[in-house]
């Protein structure tokens, strides 16, 4: 068991460190006060310095490739993250927690705890005991600081379901229409045909209507009492999640109304932010934010948007960010200068509605 607090170093290691959440994961270690990076596991780059395939990362370690059994035995880490595709975490994860390691999984293999579930959107088996907590600070901070497992949350997921969770707490959602788009990076660094940049530019493509894996996982996390679509989108820019949603309500709230619920809900959390403008992708870019607000309300009918960066919030951020609640650390160590920065300057400047939309 590693020490808790900040003034105990706790060793960290990555196992699929090349990808771009790997990558972005390595950024945020190097420069986090509490923790000591030790290895970087990327069996397609290994023996190449980390340097040579990211200029922009400064260190002097350089990929390596990995062995479950032997890491689980040899590797002297206290905690593991795993950036690996969906299928790969079920190999790893059971030697890691079996010899006392603690971990971190951003894939999808441990995130639904139904294995039925499990196959129909993942279309691989898994054991009915590969669950793990279900790694989402701003539903579950006091279960992810005493876990030994984390299955960090999907990007689309994070985003509607802190969309979507005030509501769902207060008992008010009858059905969700969620309209989603992604930036490229959220399909990761594998060369595919229809993810080229011309076949994107200039283009707006919806997939997996019906079929994407995070939908059991918002519906598992809020619950199924309410009646829910999905359409996720691929958009032509790097990296952003951002969520249309539009709610019909079980009983008709204001506009003000809403806003208070919302603002109650999160108003202890570090990275849930309630704008009182229209989000932009833009604004949450680079950042483990995901900022949240309530745009219109007409009788029982609401909207609500949700944005984040899916490298950041959507994974490696968030991923980071249940390190520190495990490591019994401020959410915020790592992200910001000072731990303690009052919770009002994290927000941006406040822009009207009328404002962002004078000029269009």
Known sequence: MFNKGLHHTARVSVIGASGYSGAELTKLLLSHPAVELQHLYAHAQAGKAVKDVYPNIETELVYETFDASAIATTNDSDIFFLALPHGEALKIVPKLLTAGKHVIDLSGDFRLSNPALHLAFYKNEKPADAVMQYGLPELFRTEIATAQGIANPGCYATAITLGLAPLANAGLLKSVAATCTSGLSGAGKSAQTDLLFTEMSENVRAYKIGTHQHTPEVLQTLGDGFAFSFVPMVVPMMRGIYAVLTLSLTEAISKTQAEILYHTFYSEAAFARVQPYIPEVKHVLHTN???????????????????LDNLLKGAAGQAVQNMNLMLGLDERIGFFASPVTPRASLYTPARTAETSIAHN
């Open 289 to 307: 934010f995901c900022d949240v607000a309530v745009a219109h309300a007409d009788g029982n009918t609401l909207i609500v948007i949700s944005t």
